[in-house]
């Protein structure tokens, strides 16, 4: 089992930063993959970036590329997204998710925590 908790949403200008976690726990896989999802009122989720922990390899979406960055800290176990530049369409609850290097789809995720775009 494995435990993911986010943190760090809130609400933020247009133009404005902030900085998501997510710390993991438990008996994660041997050679994995954690992303970060959004889901937006009245929309599915969707992809937004994803580091393999191993190698440090990272993708990030076309809609955020530029301004959204992913990190991870080995120590503490957590990964971070930096997003600059926010925008109000990025206003979603963000969630982060976990699978084995190899698989398709994500096997654990968080909570969620609420972003807020808004002037």
């Known amino acids: 089992q494995v435990q993911l908790v986010e943190s760090g949403g809130g609400l933020v200008h247009p133009g404005g930063s902030l900085r998501l976690s997510c710390a993991a726990s438990?008996?994660?896989?041997?050679?994995?993959?954690l992303g970060w999802f959004r889901q937006a009122p009245g929309k599915e989720r969707e992809f937004v970036a994803r580091?393999?922990?191993?190698?440090?390899?990272?993708y990030t979406a076309d809609s955020v590329k530029g301004r959204f960055t992913i990190s991870r800290d080995n120590a503490k176990s957590t990964v971070y997204l930096q997003m600059n530049s926010l925008k109000p369409e990025d206003t979603a609850v963000y969630y982060c998710?976990?699978?084995?290097?190899?698989?398709?789809?994500?096997?654990?995720w968080g909570q969620g925590t609420q972003v807020t775009v808004s002037s």
């Open positions: 998710g976990i699978k084995p290097d190899a698989a398709t789809t994500y096997a654990y």
């Open positions: 438990g008996r994660t896989f041997s050679s994995y993959v």
């Open positions: 580091i393999n922990w191993s190698s440090g390899s990272t």
